[in-house]
Nanobody, 117 residues
Framework: QVQLVESGGGLVQAGGSLRLSCAAS????????MGWYRQAPGKQREMVAT???????NYADSVKDRFTISRDNNENTVYLQMSSLKPEDTAVYYC???????????WGQGTQVTVSS
């Protein structure tokens, strides 16, 4: 069973930075497309960034040039480096994995990011 545990969320002022981590167990990270999603109050969950096993990345337009997704396959961990944070980045951030062979999707429990103006 895949388990994803996020950490690194918190309260930060606008313009600040945070780094989120997602530690995976029960799977080999190289067999998964990994992603970060977020959900703000009253809004639908949206994709923030994804990274394939080969390292190809994709970002939402709203976070391009501010956020960077990366993975450490040896540590089975995915990161989201967030810079130049804005109040509209406030949300619960979720880690997601999709197995490339069986397409099984797993979610973490989420970590709160709050950006004050």
């Amino acid at each position: 069973q895949v388990q994803l545990v996020e950490s690194g969320g918190g309260l930060v002022q606008a313009g600040g930075s945070l780094r989120l981590s997602c530690a995976a167990s029960g799977t080999i990270l190289t067999y998964n497309v990994m992603g970060w999603y977020r959900q703000a109050p009253g809004k639908q969950r949206e994709m923030v960034a994804t990274i394939t096993s080969g390292g190809s990345t994709n970002y939402a337009d709203s976070v391009k040039d501010r956020f960077t997704i990366s993975r450490d396959n040896n540590e089975n961990t995915v990161y989201l480096q967030m810079s130049s944070l804005k109040p509209e980045d406030t949300a619960v951030y979720y880690c997601n994995s999709v197995h490339v062979y069986n397409r099984r999707s797993s979610w973490g429990q989420g970590t709160q990011v709050t950006v004050s103006s």
